[in-house]
């Protein structure tokens, strides 16, 4: 069996998205607190991205929404959808957002997973044709442009990557804002971000992946794998067999999840999916002749069946597996 994004499933994840966007409780922000005047709760923080859990999955359901809406537009949830994002993004509501990063203890606020989420968002609100995403796009931009802006800053100061499977990562947060910068044409941006990918990870050989790590949602190894696969181009085969000369069964194996009430534990499911998502950039980039090709294809499958099933009916995987569920059923949207 080939997975694929049908519209059947688009409007199933929809629904699942619908179901918690604007659901407030219960909410794990990332708020610092300077003074009592800061005790306040997650709507009054954020006007559009206070569901969800949390402010990164509030962003990226929205992208998820947004993307399902272009992807099928005349889908069972699109109606649905274009309420919901007509409400939420509005030029007051964005302002809103801008303000609360102008904080100045909001400096490291959801970096760098957040910025790159947002920055997806917009990527994905920009490819869209129809008035309505016109003006969504036109909306979001003053908060898109306040995370390129983020990344400008912070870049420059980030000696060393962040290899890491959680939110920290710095490998997933290039490869969604290369993504933008290449959506929204932005030379300048995405000349940046390939030119810290290359100083970060041009040298990198040899890798011998201790993975996963019982709270991991990506793949140190293959989302590195994926940045450099969109930053090298046709030298990214070269560069992946020095990176990755043997490749052991962990990085093939769906990951086991033992208890999906455990919000740390459920990330193994993202895992599994993003695993899948990677494996399918990578393999898309190497030569057709290349037996890693032809040996991945059902290893996606295996991923993708492993979590597929999971992402609805405990609350902590579901308030974001169906956007890791679409980067991997949709990758190229």
């Given at each position: 069996m080939t997975h694929t994004l049908t519209e059947s499933l688009?409007?199933?994840?929809?629904?699942?998205?619908?179901?918690?966007?604007?659901?407030?409780?219960?909410?794990?922000?990332?708020?610092?607190?300077?003074?009592?005047?800061?005790?306040?709760?997650?709507?009054?923080?954020?006007?559009?991205?206070?569901?969800?859990?949390?402010w990164h999955s509030a962003v990226h359901s929205h992208w998820l929404l947004a993307r399902i809406y272009r992807r099928f537009?005349?889908?069972?949830?699109?109606?649905?959808?274009?309420?919901?994002?007509d409400t939420q993004f509005t030029p007051q509501n964005v302002a809103g957002e801008v303000a609360y990063?102008?904080?100045p203890s909001a400096r490291g606020f959801e970096r760098p997973y957040g910025w790159a989420w947002a920055l997806m968002l917009q990527g994905e609100l920009s490819q869209h044709q129809t008035e309505e995403g016109k003006r969504w796009a036109a909306n979001l931009k003053p908060l898109a442009d306040a995370f390129v802006q983020r990344f400008k800053d912070f870049l420059p100061l980030s000696t060393y990557p962040i290899r890491s499977?959680?939110?920290?990562?710095?490998?997933?947060?290039?490869t969604l804002a290369l993504d933008y910068a290449n959506a929204v044409n932005d030379l300048a941006f995405a000349e940046l971000l390939e030119k810290k990918a290359r100083a970060w990870h041009l040298a990198d050989k040899g890798a011998n992946p201790f993975e996963p790590s019982q709270s991991d949602f990506l793949s140190p190894t293959l989302m590195e794998a994926a940045l450099m696969r969109a930053v090298l181009g046709a030298d990214?085969?070269?560069?992946?067999?020095a990176f990755l000369p043997k490749i052991p069964e962990t990085l093939l194996t769906p990951a086991t999840v033992s208890d999906r009430s455990d919000g740390q534990i459920a990330h193994l499911d993202g895992l599994n999916l993003s695993r899948a998502w990677c494996w399918k950039l990578i393999a898309d980039d190497l030569p057709p002749s290349d037996p890693l090709a032809v040996r991945i294809a059902p290893v996606i499958e295996t991923l993708l069946s492993s979590a597929l099933d999971h992402i609805a009916g405990d609350y902590m995987g579901e308030h974001w597996l169906a956007s890791f569920a679409t980067l991997a059923l949709d990758p190229y949207g």
């Open positions: 688009a409007a199933k994840f929809a629904s699942v998205a619908l179901g918690h966007v604007t659901r407030e409780w219960p909410n794990k922000m990332d708020h610092t607190l300077t003074g009592p005047e800061d005790v306040i709760g997650p709507r009054a923080a954020h006007p559009i991205f206070y569901g969800s859990f949390d537009p005349k889908g069972a949830e699109a109606a649905n959808i274009k309420k919901m994002l990063l102008k904080r499977g959680v939110h920290s990562s710095t490998s997933f947060a290039l990214f085969p070269k560069w992946f067999a």
